[in-house]
């Protein structure tokens, strides 16, 4: 086992659909809440836009079918990706060329996580399987199911999973190191993907509404901050998961809890610095100045980073199945179901740009790889733009 010092200079490298933690519910009482609504409201028409931030198209590649729940791995300008029937690809970010590619042999459940070497994955089988350009290194059968990617750092992969415990393992043998199982959770969990990061020597998950501090040594844990506290008349109501992405500035992380709030967290002390109420269903950015996220009816908002105060608002994309923002250059990039990336002012939220794609939703992304901005659509295409 690595020691301290080691780990910690390695880690400083429109709804959700919902699943059952605990058998407390009736598949067919959950089945009736969740189908149960309005009809969806027409998106919002895409009015003219002149490109502001100019940006070129410079490569697509395609991987095959994705879900939701492929959320990619950015380490440099390499892209670790997967597809929903179990093909994990790198792919240089500069060129879109395909580095290598690996077949699991079955379909996945969640993305990809990887510290630039090993690429780790999780079936539908709840099957964890460790990666490498020339195959596969190693599996391990998990207790649960998994919707978050695993994190590799460290030397280890830490899993998350829908029962919402942590489990280390050595990365190279796949000899498991702890688990720490949660406490106090709510028995929905979302099949989303939630919160797994690192910042520092710490291991940083969401669990229910709170972001948890692990010691990625031994599974201890050093600090617990409640974001969102659940609420309402049944379980369906009261489920506040953290969901991917967050926002990071320094030791501040900014997360959201599924349709209840936005908050900060100081992550060397683990304090709350604030929340706001806001209902969403997927993460958030943050720059220096501002925290950024969009609602579940498309609305995308600004947050002022050290008070939590809206500063703006638009309107421009409601009801557009908008995905979690990424904050680059002079932009808030955010993608749709329609298959399009809107660039918008990360000063007042006007439209600077509208890029598009195969007319599929965006699924991951938008993320940046190096200087190449990356987005993944349902269809499998892996489209990359640099600006002019």
């Known amino acids: 086992?690595?020691?301290?010092?080691?780990?910690?200079?390695?880690?400083?490298?429109?709804?959700?659909?919902?699943?059952?933690?605990?058998?407390?519910?009736?598949?067919?009482?959950?089945?009736?809440?969740?189908?149960?609504?309005?009809?969806?409201?027409?998106?919002?028409?895409?009015?003219?836009?002149?490109?502001?931030?100019?940006?070129?198209?410079?490569?697509?590649?395609?991987?095959?079918?994705?879900?939701?729940?492929?959320?990619?791995?950015?380490?440099?300008?390499?892209?670790?990706l997967a597809n929903a029937a179990g093909s994990v690809v790198a792919i240089d970010g500069a060129s879109g060329?395909?580095?290598?590619?690996?077949?699991?042999?079955?379909p996945l459940s969640a993305g990809v996580g990887s510290d630039g070497q090993l690429a780790a994955v999780v079936t539908r089988a709840n099957e964890l399987v460790v990666v490498q350009s020339s195959g596969e290194l190693w599996r391990a059968r998990l207790p649960a199911r998994v919707f978050t990617a695993p994190l590799v750092a460290g030397q280890r992969v830490f899993v998350l999973s829908a029962d919402r415990s942590v489990t280390a393992f050595d990365a190279r043998s796949g000899a498991r190191l702890w688990t720490q199982a949660a406490r106090g959770a709510d028995p929905l969990v979302l099949q989303?993907?939630?919160?797994?990061?690192?910042?520092?020597?710490?291991?940083?998950?969401?669990?229910?509404?709170?972001?948890?501090?692990?010691?990625?040594?031994?599974?201890?844990?050093?600090?617990d901050a409640p974001l969102a506290t659940p609420r309402g008349v049944n379980e369906i109501e009261r489920l506040v998961d953290l969901v991917d992405r967050v926002g990071r500035v320094g030791d501040q992380v900014c997360a959201?809890?599924?349709?209840?709030?936005?908050?900060?967290?100081?992550?060397?002390?683990?304090?709350?610095?604030w929340t706001q109420p806001s209902d969403g269903a997927v993460g958030?950015?943050?720059?220096?100045?501002?925290?950024?996220?969009?609602?579940?009816?498309?609305?995308?908002?600004?947050?002022?980073?050290?008070?939590g105060e809206r500063a703006w608002s638009s309107d421009a994309l409601l009801?557009?199945?908008v995905t979690a923002p990424l904050a680059a250059g002079r932009s808030i990039i955010v993608g749709d179901a329609q298959g399009f990336l809107h660039l918008l002012s990360r000063d007042n939220g006007a439209m600077l740009n509208r890029l598009n794609t195969d007319g599929s939703?965006?699924?991951?992304?938008?993320?940046?790889?190096?200087?190449?901005?990356?987005?993944?659509?349902?269809?499998?295409?892996?489209?990359?733009?640099?600006?002019?």
Request: with cysteine; aromatic share 6%.
């Open 1 to 80: 086992m690595k020691g301290a010092s080691a780990v910690s200079q390695n880690f400083s490298a429109d709804t959700a659909r919902v699943r059952c933690g605990a058998a407390v519910l009736l598949l067919a009482a959950l089945l009736s809440a969740c189908s149960s609504g309005p009809k969806r409201p027409e998106p919002a028409p895409l009015v003219p836009v002149t490109a502001l931030v100019p940006a070129s198209r410079v490569w697509n590649a395609a991987i095959g079918p994705v879900d939701a729940l492929m959320t990619p791995a950015v380490r440099g300008q390499q892209v670790f």
């Open 97 to 106: 060329q395909m580095v290598w590619r690996v077949e699991v042999g079955a």
């Open 192 to 223: 989303q993907a939630g919160v797994l990061t690192a910042v520092g020597d710490t291991l940083l998950a969401g669990v229910s509404g709170r972001l948890v501090a692990f010691d990625p040594l031994n599974g201890r844990i050093r600090w």
């Open 256 to 273: 959201r809890a599924f349709q209840s709030a936005v908050g900060c967290v100081d992550a060397s002390r683990g304090t709350v610095q």
């Open 284 to 307: 958030v950015a943050a720059d220096a100045d501002r925290v950024y996220g969009a609602e579940r009816n498309g609305r995308v908002v600004a947050w002022r980073r050290d008070t």
């Open 319 to 321: 009801h557009r199945g």
């Open 361 to 388: 939703a965006i699924v991951s992304g938008p993320f940046l790889a190096g200087n190449t901005l990356v987005a993944v659509t349902r269809n499998g295409g892996v489209f990359g733009w640099r600006p002019e």
